[in-house]
T-cell receptor
Framework: DTAVSQTPKYLVTQMGNDKSIKCEQN?????MYWYKQDSKKFLKIMFS???????INETVPNRFSPKSPDKAHLNLHINSLELGDSAVYFC??????????????FGSGTRLTVV | AQSVTQLGSHVSVSEGALVLLRCNYS??????LFWYVQYPNQGLQLLLK??????LVKGINGFEAEFKKSETSFHLTKPSAHMSDAAEYFC???????????????FGAGTRLAVHP
């Protein structure tokens, strides 16, 4: 199936731990994103990569480090997890340029709970 | 700066009634506008989009939205609600024009639609 897939779907961890979330898309898109959805359902962009190059880096703590080994993959590593990091993290992908006319395709999300 | 405002964080309608979810935007350049739906514990699914051309756009599941530049609005409607429409709905704006080819979607705060029998 063509899609944006994220792993894991659920992640429960203790404060201070380091964790990673992986994302892969097989849609042939050249741009990928990480969005954070807080407990009030508000969605905010964190990072965006175009062809492995970081193009958007919002005000995000340095503990969050994205990595894009190729244009089909975008991972998110989080160091020293804090209670406030608890949220749902969505990966998304799109074409750049006029391809945006087709919108973004979102993954099903990773629910991170820090205890 | 671009922004999206969704009026009403919760909307409740009866099955068969009209659905109206309100979205207003702020943008100093022509916007690309989107509506996404999020079912419980799922990702976001594109309902419909406005880029250029016809201001009344039709989407999936019987939804449509009208772009009104004079009112800076992009309200989502459906003539007859179904129980399966219960979900969170997000209006979003792209600042594509500002980013020189790159872009980010700016989301409204979302509206939770409840449909009761």
């Amino acid at each position: 199936d063509t899609a944006v897939s994220q792993t894991p779907k659920y992640l429960v961890t203790q404060m201070g731990n380091d964790k990673s979330i992986k994302c892969e898309q097989n849609l042939g898109h050249d741009t990928m994103y990480w969005y954070k959805q807080d407990s009030k359902k508000f969605l905010k962009i964190m990072f965006s990569y175009n062809n492995k190059e970081l193009i958007i880096n919002e005000t995000v703590p340095n503990r969050f480090s994205p990595k894009s080994p190729d244009k089909a993959h975008l991972n998110l590593h989080i160091n020293s997890l804090e209670l406030g990091d608890s949220a749902v993290y969505f990966c998304a992908s799109s074409h750049s340029g006029e391809g945006l006319l087709y919108g973004y395709t979102f993954g099903s999300g990773t629910r991170l709970t820090v205890v | 700066a671009q922004s999206v405002t969704q009026l009403g964080s919760h909307v409740s309608v009866s099955e068969g009634a009209l659905v109206l979810l309100r979205c207003n935007y702020s943008s100093s350049v022509p916007p690309y506008l989107f509506w996404y739906v999020q079912y419980p514990n799922q990702g976001l699914q594109l309902l419909l989009k406005y880029t250029t051309g016809a201001t009344l756009v039709k989407g999936i599941n019987g939804f449509e939205a009208e772009f009104k530049k004079s009112e800076t609005s992009f309200h989502l409607t459906k003539p007859s609600a179904h129980m399966s429409d219960a979900a969170e709905y997000f209006c979003a704006l792209s600042n594509f024009m500002f980013s020189g080819g790159y872009n980010k979607l700016i989301f409204g705060a979302g509206t939770r639609l409840a449909v009761h029998p």
